[in-house]
């Protein structure tokens, strides 16, 4: 059967395939609309994939991303954001959505996942020692643990309070309150759900 499109443009389509929740009729959209763009918006593309992984680091202390010439992040070292504050969430872009409510002044800490034992995710593939060194270290008085309402995010949520507790670490501990619906993950849900859920955090029993 002679093929249906060029070999460059169904190459194009398979790579952008494999992006998480692109179907293979979107990837063919996106593809076509590469296409048909102006150059200077394939280019600006194209730079943007390139340097993205020489320009962007990870933060040593909170793992949130930060530009590749920043020794730590921003909202950590801002002396106006309470370290003896800690947002607990599972990746770099939750930050983003909990930053946008305008509500929290604390700082964050990125676990880099959630507890999930049949993707092979257990607790040590986890940021958690990094968690109490800083409690210590920072002498944290609370921590809100923002993973997400998923059963992974409970389940991580949970380890959190039983290892700090065990590590005889004296800290509050607080959950996001029910204004995010279970199933929903941090990134996509609304700002006012999101402030809600920060204003109403409830302590762990």
Do not use: W
């Amino acid at each position: 059967m002679p093929r249906l499109l060029p070999a460059a443009l169904e190459k194009l389509i398979d790579e952008l395939g494999r992006l998480p929740g692109v179907g293979q009729r979107t990837a063919e959209r996106y593809a076509y609309y590469l296409l048909r763009a102006d150059q200077r918006i394939n280019d600006s593309l194209a730079t943007a994939v390139h340097d993205i992984h020489a320009l962007v680091k990870t933060c040593p202390v909170t793992f949130a991303l930060i530009d590749a010439d920043e020794e730590v992040s921003a909202l950590y070292s801002d002396s106006d954001r309470d370290k003896k504050l800690i947002a607990v969430v599972e990746e770099p872009l939750d930050i983003v959505s909990l930053e946008r409510t305008g509500l929290f002044k604390g700082t964050y800490h990125v676990l880099g996942g959630a507890m999930s034992p049949i993707d092979g995710i257990g607790p040590e593939q986890l940021h958690i020692p990094e968690l109490l060194k800083r409690i210590r270290e920072d002498e944290v008085g609370e921590l809100i643990i923002a993973t997400n309402a998923s059963v992974e995010g409970e389940s991580t949520a949970l380890f959190l309070q039983k290892h700090i507790r065990d590590a005889g670490l004296d800290v509050k501990m607080s959950r996001l309150a029910r204004g995010i619906p279970v199933g929903v993950d941090l990134e996509y849900a609304d700002q006012i759900t999101l402030g809600h859920a920060l204003e109403g955090r409830r302590n762990f029993s």
